[in-house]
């Protein structure tokens, strides 16, 4: 990409995105510098990286002054420098969507300087151009992509993107894309495929995400192929998610020995201890598997709460078609599955497989057929 530059940052000690997902290696915020006969900046950055931004831009400028400040999303981790940027270059007219016109002053930017562009349009910065493609609900209802074919380089705003600090050179990239994409995407899988097909017969060379790297070649290519298997909802990887909430350590044992038997028969199997693994990892093997196994103790007349806000989630994000064996426990009055139950059949085209396994206390020998018989029922 010739005429075009990185100016993004890292935030390697932010430890929570968004307020609730865990970055063990921090996140970068992504931006770009397109330079022809005139200048324009591809959004700007979290407010935390303000002042790094800002100098990186300086440097890369070479003593120009920017046209244009485009503004793919409105979200404070893209439109956080927004304000400062506009108090440095005055005259540099913002280039939006409507939605996002009028959300700039909710975000503190007071500017009437904006060219409003919509599906199909086109920005002229003379020798290169902008095609602007609409993408609501990609995660807000304002985002916009664009799409440079002198360049072919698709600016994907937050598709595409990924958990940590940028890294070109990155061979993981679908392990921290998974969870971001079904945390924060996840719902939108109708409007992700909708843009899919937009975007289809561009002559693309690179993605060019808000969060992580740049992608082209062989890398492009799966992780477009990867966003086709995500947002219809289907099975990225044949096998078993075994998922536990335990409270005194019953339930877990009983979830390790279904674990167990599943690869002693040759499945793939995944494992996650509601109690002390990452949620949001949780529900990215929710969705990454076609089958699943929940195993949860009764709590209060009620569900253990791991579990309950384990299953809210997968709710919020459009968890469907898929297929799921229930395993409760409870000492006197077992009501897990009951909740969990009800809590499934709220989700479009998932299958409970039954039996139900019910344990009280510890796991017995007796117990042991009927779960053998929900994993004969999954095999």
Known sequence: MKSVSFIGCDDPTLDLFEGQYALPDGMCYNSYLLCADKVAVQDTIDKRCTDEWL??????????????????????????????????????????????????????????????????????????????????????????????????????????????????????????????????????????????????PLDIHSIAPLHGPVLEGEKMSEALRLYSIWSAYGVETEGVFVVSASIHGNTLQAAEYIAGQLRQKGLKVAFTDLTRDDMAEAVEDAFRYGKMILCACTYDADLFPPMHTFLHKLQLKGYKNRRVALVENGSWAPVAAKVMRGMIEQMPNVEIVEPVVTLRGCMKETDKAAIQEIINQLN
């Open 55 to 200: 100098n990186k831009l300086e440097k890369s400028l070479m003593g120009r002054t920017p046209d244009y400040l485009v503004i793919h999303h409105m979200e404070p981790d893209h439109s956080g420098s927004v304000a400062q940027f506009v108090r440095r270059y005055p005259n540099v007219q913002l280039v939006c969507s409507k939605i996002a016109s009028n959300m700039l002053l909710q975000f503190g930017v007071e500017y009437n300087n904006i060219l409003v562009v919509k599906e199909g349009d086109v920005l002229d910065l003379g020798g290169l151009t902008l095609r602007f493609i609409t993408a609501p609900m990609i995660h807000w209802p304002e985002v916009l992509m664009s799409y440079c074919p002198e360049e072919r380089v698709l600016f994907s705003a937050d598709a595409f993107g990924k958990f940590g600090v940028y890294d070109a050179d990155a061979d993981d990239w679908a392990c921290e894309a998974r969870r971001y994409y079904f945390n924060i995407v996840g719902k939108y899988g109708v409007q992700v495929q909708a843009v899919l097909k937009k975007v289809a």
